[in-house]
T-cell receptor, first 116, second 113 residues
Framework: AQTVTQSQPEMSVQEAETVTLSCTYD???????LFWYKQPPSRQMILVIR??????QNATENRFSVNFQKAAKSFSLKISDSQLGDAAMYFC?????????????FGTGTLLAVQP | EAQVTQNPRYLITVTGKKLTVTCSQN?????MSWYRQDPGLGLRQIYY???????DKGDVPEGYKVSRKEKRNFPLILESPSPNQTSLYFC????????????FGPGTRLTVT
């Protein structure tokens, strides 16, 4: 069964600095999707970035980028030029799809604080 | 505006009193699912539906029921809520089951005393 592990329950970063959130996963599949979701205090789940496993190039969305290491099953999120609005819980997720199921398996989350 | 809505957003109830949390989407999505979020556990899938009248269990279905009589609605039913069902619940949908992107509702905070 697929699992997703986020080993950093909490992280802190100074405004304008860079922070990296870690995520590892376990799977026997060769083709899959990985995601980072942001959950601000409003509790809304917001998709930050996605990575298709068959793509070697790391995904980038403005200040957010990933370091996808397929062989190591690692998928870290880098936030550059951190802003106060980046403070949130961040979840790493792996998509399981096949047969009759389409679900996301989430890690336990990393709570990011941004210090002014 | 394309969205997934949930009602109620907050609910406090007592053990054993049946309740329904509604989920509705206006995007003509075929696939819908329910997740619960608990501290230290992330989000876990409860039930999902591939289309009208097609539902199946996710990873934590015990104590829950669902129905999918219309494409836009996917209610979550707790027939006899217990305190261990106190959680934050999310409904999500996607156009097709094969689509990678899922749209989440705003969440429902349920407290069972």
């Amino acid at each position: 069964a697929q699992t997703v592990t986020q080993s950093q329950p909490e992280m802190s970063v100074q405004e304008a600095e860079t922070v990296t959130l870690s995520c590892t996963y376990d799977t026997s599949e060769s083709d899959y999707y990985l995601f980072w979701y942001k959950q601000p205090p409003s509790r809304q789940m917001i998709l930050v970035i996605r990575q298709e496993a068959y793509k070697q190039q790391n995904a980038t969305e403005n200040r957010f980028s990933v370091n996808f290491q397929k062989a190591a099953k690692s998928f870290s999120l880098k936030i550059s030029d951190s802003q106060l609005g980046d403070a949130a819980m961040y979840f790493c997720a792996y998509r399981v799809y096949g047969g009759a199921t389409n679900k996301l398996i989430f890690g336990t989350g990393t709570l990011l604080a941004v210090q002014p | 505006e394309a969205q997934v809505t949930q009602n109620p957003r907050y609910l406090i109830t007592v053990t054993g009193k049946k309740l329904t949390v509604t989920c509705s989407q206006n995007m003509n999505h075929e696939y819908m699912s329910w997740y619960r979020q608990d501290p230290g556990l992330g989000l876990r899938q409860i039930y999902y539906s591939m289309n009208v009248e097609v539902t199946d269990k996710g990873d934590v279905p015990e104590g829950y029921k669902v129905s999918r009589k219309e494409k836009r609605n996917f209610p979550l039913i707790l027939e006899s809520p217990s305190p261990n069902q106190t959680s934050l619940y999310f409904c999500a949908s996607s156009l097709k089951p094969s689509d990678y992107e899922q749209y989440f509702g705003p969440g429902t905070r349920l407290t069972v005393t």
